[in-house]
């Protein structure tokens, strides 16, 4: 059949693009279409700058001209991201010396999100690259305990005529957590304004030098404190925790919804699956997989986000958590090569990320009418 750039333009206009509101045709985000033979060649300007977007954009034009037309055709789409201007738009309060800042979030607790931020920053830092944690879990931080730094405080330091607390540093990760400020046995009985506040001053009080990655390892769910921390920096991306059962599947699916949401706006680099199968030490060939079988992978498939990788239910984890030891130090181990794969992809997916996407802006939190709203 032979290609007809008229009734490919007609066809695309089936496609709506997400958050657009009009099919891509009538929008203008179809900026040309080039045929050269058994070749298609396909322009679109977008505003939206989400990957999941481009991504589906571009499957469904595929698909369509596959379908539609040839199934034989070589079919390129190239993607360009033109923000639209907003004059009363604020671009993020970035931190001078930090190159990357990932937020590590999971839907519902207990799924290990803060046991997977600790890895991750050892296993970066054992990379080679400069790295920093930010416990945001205001009323249940587990860093200084992780790191073994339970009984450290940070002290004050001059930089600039201006007084900084300097992060805690443990297996060459500097760290700053509230859990340095409030006794073991304390519980954090804060608002929003006071823990936004506590936040902030660890921010943006604290002296983080040069860091390739700041991890923040965010609180359970959807709330108040993740609203804070996106109206308080421009977070480069957003990787998000679950165990395979459907229940935990559920509130993950919500955590990649409120990143990806027109209002927030957050790449997410994708979902990692932990306690994914246990393997008991005398039979260390079978995987059992008590929580269900790949369902993270299932879902960052059905989400059109990558998959990072799962980590096994393994006891030494738990252990080397307690005592304050991340598991992912432990040299030639199973975890530290499960660690290193997870981590080398979640570097892979910033540097993808930062070459495609424009820099991610802090949000801007207005009170109209005794509701609040989110916008960029």
Known sequence: MKLDRKEILAALETITIAGEGKNMVESGAVKNVLIFGNEVTVDLLISTPAMHIKKRAEDDIKKLIHEKFSPDAEVKVNIKVEAQ???????????????????????????GKSTVTANLAVTLAKMGFKVGILDADIYGPSMPIMF??????????????KSKMKPVESYEIKILSIGFFTAPSQAVIWRGPMASKALNQMIFDADWGQLDFMLIDLPPGTGDIHLSIMQSLPITGAVIVSTPQAVALADAKK???????DSINV???GIIENMAYFTPEELPNNKYYIFGKEGAKNLA???????????????????????GRPAALQTASVIE??????????????????ESLPPTEAIKITTMAGCSAVKK
């Open 85 to 111: 201007a907003n004059p009363n738009e604020i671009k993020g309060k970035a931190i001078p010396g930090i190159s990357n800042i990932i937020a590590v979030a999971s839907g519902k607790g207990g799924v």
């Open 148 to 161: 073994d730094v339970e009984n450290e405080k940070p002290i004050s330091v001059t930089v600039d005529g």
């Open 255 to 261: 955590g990649v919804s409120m990143f990806l949401s």
């Open 267 to 269: 790449p997410v680099l």
């Open 301 to 323: 498939e059905d989400l059109q986000v990558p998959f990072l990788g799962e980590v096994p239910l393994v006891q030494s984890i738990r252990e080397a958590g307690d005592y």
């Open 337 to 354: 090569r499960v660690f290193e794969e997870i981590t080398r992809n979640v570097v892979q997916e910033t540097v993808n990320r930062n």
